[in-house]
């Protein structure tokens, strides 16, 4: 189970990670690819928590709330997390594949259908509802599922 303190540290962190996101102009290619695996990694520990929340069988709606507040903060900064000189071709370590540079309009597709699907996430894990939660993030998982398969090198 996931403590209250534990959710605000990780919704404060988000928090930085988003305003920084907001200045990528200012990153080099390096703290570029990490901000946004460090984003990666927020929604993945996000998601988690959820699952294990409602796999408690009484779900704490203030973790689903936070939890998916979280990927939601994170999820509209992704796309710009991705200028040119950051891909395989920078020489730096990243699972990025080189297609989303050159079908930029598919991986921003997918990115809106992210923040689109992270945003019904916050909403219904608003309401409580544990199986309808449990139906938006598997709607969620799917887009994130759809990305990596055509833009992310799987190891």
Known sequence: MIHSKTIVLALAMTSA??????????LTPQQTIDARHANYEKMGKAMKAMGA????????KGVLV?????IAAVAPQQGKLFPAGTGPSSGLKTDALPTIWTDRATF????????????KLVAVANSGDGSAVGAQMKALGGVCGECHRKFRKED
């Open 17 to 26: 990670i988003v305003s920084g996101a907001a200045s990528v102009a200012a």
């Open 53 to 60: 929340e409602l796999k408690s069988g009484a779900p704490n």
């Open 66 to 70: 936070a939890s998916a507040k979280a």
């Open 108 to 119: 921003d597709g997918l990115n809106a259908r992210l923040v689109t699907e992270a945003n």
